[in-house]
């Protein structure tokens, strides 16, 4: 252990505010009981500011002495996830995969271990399974060449080593919470350790240009530390979501310094792993009831990707005073308010009803251009009139009951009349952009009242 006086600090493990006493509330992101005591090496500040000829050898450059080469990237052998890398693994960048535990990060980067095996040099570093459980997992995923090693360690300084001299391209860790460094005296898997077991491998991938993948498990209470305090220190966050019971997986980009963020990769886990899935909306709309009140459907435009999705809704007469309203898939908040909108703009008197909102396939979609589909999906409910089979809709609602324009509508109704949509519910003010579109009806609406007297 290296020398110096140890002092107790402590972190918040969901932001990972510091502090030097304990606090019953993080002043960082006012989560409870989140601070706990983890013990810090205090080290001797460095005086010196590095040698003279050190100091003066420093030189700024400008942005057109840097010289760029070809800019390479290796594809993962996924376009799913390329897709929300920005198009592909960038050479010494750090990745961090985050996600729920037991929802399929390791199978997913063993995968892409498969992939690029044939014509890179890896290292999977696992610190949660054996060696053995890792080639259980490898015998269902397929056939890996050689180039692929793999070691079961938790202490850094000695992966560090293995980095040096094994010289991969392609590292993954498998998971920062299991790693630890010597001279950090907590845990592995508090903040100060999670933090210095990064900074480490950051230092490893910029200097020698080794592309390093990083698993962080996110526990809803925060209660290991989140691999929240690491998102600053990593080029590119990706979140594995969905529910751990359902088939689909998404893959969402939080943030990359290579590419744009709101991207997503869609997957399936099957018995030989993950699967990519290339046509989202066909599958979200698969077993769609026929002329069943209450189902629409609507569009959602995931980063450049627009997305078919079914909104289901119930409405029925509450038995209790005060009514019960659910939304799975979706923000209950946003599905109360276009309630309060549809009573007070359309006349829909919904108070003494029950309500209930549900997005087919288990998926999560917040973007405010479903609004008209959720909205159109409670109208057709409580009125017991099924929206036509091939009708599509999307706009944003606001709350005077307009429907307001949204982003890339002539896409959208691309991908609609791909999958063979008829008609096309949008807001008036987008229907110059899909003018001369042919094959899908449009209908242009200002209003929701104006939505359903076209639509029910
Ligand atoms: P895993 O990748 O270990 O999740 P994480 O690393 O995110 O904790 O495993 C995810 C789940 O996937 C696990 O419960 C078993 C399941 N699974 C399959 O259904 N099929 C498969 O082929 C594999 C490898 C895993
Ligand atoms: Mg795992």
């Known amino acids: 252990m290296a020398k110096g006086k140890t002092i107790s600090v402590y972190f918040c493990q969901n932001c990972g505010y510091e502090s030097s006493k304990w606090m019953g509330q993080c002043p960082g992101c006012r989560e409870w009981n989140t601070l706990t005591e983890e013990l810090v090496n205090q080290k001797t500040p460095v005086k010196s500011a590095g040698a003279a000829s050190v100091r003066e050898a420093l030189q700024p450059m400008k942005l057109s002495q840097i010289a760029l080469g070809q800019e390479e990237r290796v594809s993962t ?5 390329d897709r929300v890398l920005g198009g592909g693994i960038v050479p010494g960048s750090l990745v961090l995969v985050g996600g729920d535990p037991g929802i399929g990060k390791s199978t997913l980067l063993l995968q892409v271990c498969r992939n690029l095996s044939a014509e890179l040099d890896l290292l999977y570093i696992s610190g949660e399974e054996s060696l053995k459980q890792i080639k259980l997992r490898a015998e269902r995923i397929g056939s890996f060449s050689d180039r692929l090693a793999l070691l079961c360690e938790t202490n850094l300084d000695l992966i560090a080593g293995v980095l040096e001299r094994q010289k991969p391209q392609v590292v993954v860790i498998d998971s920062i919470q299991t790693m630890y460094r010597e001279d950090v005296s907590s845990a592995p898997g508090s903040v100060s350790q999670v933090r210095e077991a990064t900074g480490v491998l950051l230092k490893l991938a910029k200097e020698k240009g080794i592309a390093i993948f990083i698993v962080g498990h996110v526990t ?3 209660v ?3 691999p929240r305090v690491l998102e600053h ?3 590119t966050v990706l979140y594995f979501e969905g529910d751990r019971h359902a088939v689909y997986r998404i893959l969402r980009g939080v943030k990359n310094r290579f590419g744009s963020t709101n991207e997503i990769g869609v997957f399936e886990m099957s018995d030989q792993g993950l699967r990519e899935v290339k046509n989202p909306s066909e599958v979200m709309l698969s077993g769609r009831p026929r002329d069943a009140s209450g189902s629409v ?9 627009p997305m078919l999705l079914e909104i289901q809704a119930l409405v029925c007469k509450s038995n209790f005073g005060f009514p019960r309203r659910t939304a799975a898939g979706t923000d209950l908040n946003r599905v109360n308010l276009l ?3 549809l009573e007070k703009r359309a006349g829909l008197s919904m108070s003494a009803s029950d309500a209930y909102i549900n997005i087919a396939g ?8 479903i609004d ?4 159109l999906a409670l109208a057709s409910s409580f009125r017991n009139r099924p929206v036509g089979e091939k009708t599509i809709c999307f706009g944003e609602v606001g709350l005077s009951g307009e429907v307001r324009a949204v982003s890339m509508p002539r896409q959208r109704a691309a991908e609609a009349r791909k999958l063979g949509f008829a008609v096309c519910v949008l807001p008036a003010v987008c229907m110059e952009a899909v003018q001369e579109m042919e094959g899908i009806r449009f209908v242009g609406v200002s209003n929701v009242k104006e939505a359903m007297d076209q639509i029910l």
Do not use: F, H, Q, W
């Open 233 to 235: 220190m990593v080029d």
């Open 297 to 305: 459907v609507a569009c959602s435009l995931e980063g450049t990707r």
């Open 362 to 369: 288990g998926i999560r979609m917040n973007e405010p251009a």
């Open 220 to 222: 809803k209470e925060g």
């Open 339 to 341: 309630m309060a909108v």
């Open 372 to 375: 008209l589909g959720i909205v």
């Open 224 to 226: 290991v530390a989140g």
């Open 77 to 81: 052998g996924y376009e799913e996830l």
